[in-house]
């Protein structure tokens, strides 16, 4: 049964830092590409970071120079550090994968975390 399961959420000063962490099981982590979206309430859900099975990254506009995608195909969990947190960064926090198996698409969702960023 496949299981993406966040944790790391929380309430932080602006300006502070969180570390997310998302273990997956069930599917064969190292060849899927792993990604952090977030939602903020009354908002769409929107592309944070992404890692590629190869190790490659991206990131919002946005987050740019403050948050790190990273992953450890060792424990299969992916990592968002997210550092200089800013009000607007206030939003639930979801991991997603996607990837192939035997020529089919496959993509799952975590449950997510809420990261809240006040004074």
């Known amino acids: 049964q496949v299981q993406l399961a966040e944790s790391g959420g929380g309430l932080v000063q602006p300006g502070g830092s969180l570390r997310l962490s998302c273990a997956a099981s069930?599917?064969?982590?190292?060849?899927?590409?792993m990604s952090w979206y977030r939602q903020a309430s009354g908002k769409e859900r929107e592309l944070v970071a992404v890692?590629?099975?190869?190790?490659?990254?991206n990131y919002a506009d946005s987050v740019k120079g403050r948050f790190t995608i990273s992953r450890d195909n060792a424990k299969n969990t992916v990592y968002l550090q997210m550092n200089s947190l800013k009000s607007e960064d206030t939003a639930v926090y979801y991991c997603?994968?996607?990837?192939?198996?035997?020529?089919?698409?496959?993509?799952?969702w975590g449950q997510g975390t809420q990261v809240t960023v006040s004074s």
């Open positions: 997603y994968a996607a990837g192939w198996s035997l020529g089919y698409p496959y993509k799952y």
């Open positions: 069930g599917f064969t982590f190292s060849r899927y590409d």
């Open positions: 890692i590629t099975s190869a190790g490659m990254t």
